[in-house]
């Protein structure tokens, strides 16, 4: 069942949005070379408490019955996809790529965001992964109006990101977001034979394009969280949290 959410609802959750987005900017800042995923992860901690909100990722269970989410911050670094658990001894290199991506409750309604960021100097590939996957997303979001369905969404997303050589990840997909952290309905970033219902106002989604520059056959790493590409290709995952309003897209959290 997919819930619509009312205007102060949505309200909340630009606000939740709003605290999402300023503390990854923050998290972008200090990704340098040097740094290791673990600091990135305690400044985010300590900035959700100073902003008066709830982590949304520390403690999720995990979907297979492993252990629960131990972080409030998600660090995948080169061909991790996603989920990457921060770690003390994970330290950024110049050259790495890093996926952020990081959640927040407020009044009970949910957040969700996610960057990759360039380490110092990258190369050609990455560079171009990193924007090929920011637009992708835009082009997604273009398509989040009333009377369009999920599958406009999904096949702008996968166009765009194909057109330029890169393969879209299938083993993982955007959701709806809203009272929980992964709602229906389920958002891929390609198109597929599965529900496709239509976008109605009140709906929130947050859309994930997560793009390999190689196949985009992934595995699990021994930690049970941690996903990466299974021929070790770069990964890039941008997201953000999108209402539905009568006159099309409302990306929430967006800087005034």
Known sequence: MIETKSRAELETMDRVNRVVRTILAELVERAQPGVSTGELNRHAEKRLAEL???PAFK????PGGGP???????????????HGIPAPHR????GDILSLDFGAVIDGLY????????IGKIGETASKLIDVTRDSLMKGIEKVCPGNRISDISAAVQ???ESHGFSVVREFVGHGIGRRLHEDPPVPNFVDRGPNPRITPGMVLAIEPMIAAGDYEVEMAKDRWTALTRDRALS???ELSV???PEGPWILGEPV
């Open 59 to 62: 403690g999720y269970p995990h």
């Open 236 to 238: 890039a995952h941008f």
């Open 91 to 94: 330290t950024l290199r110049e």
């Open 243 to 245: 209402a539905v309003t």
């Open 111 to 118: 957040g969700d965001a996610a960057v990759t960021v360039g």
């Open 68 to 82: 629960a989410y131990p972080a409030v911050l998600c660090t995948s670094i080169n061909e991790e996809v996603v």
């Open 52 to 54: 008066g909100a709830k």
């Open 159 to 161: 166009k765009h990101a």
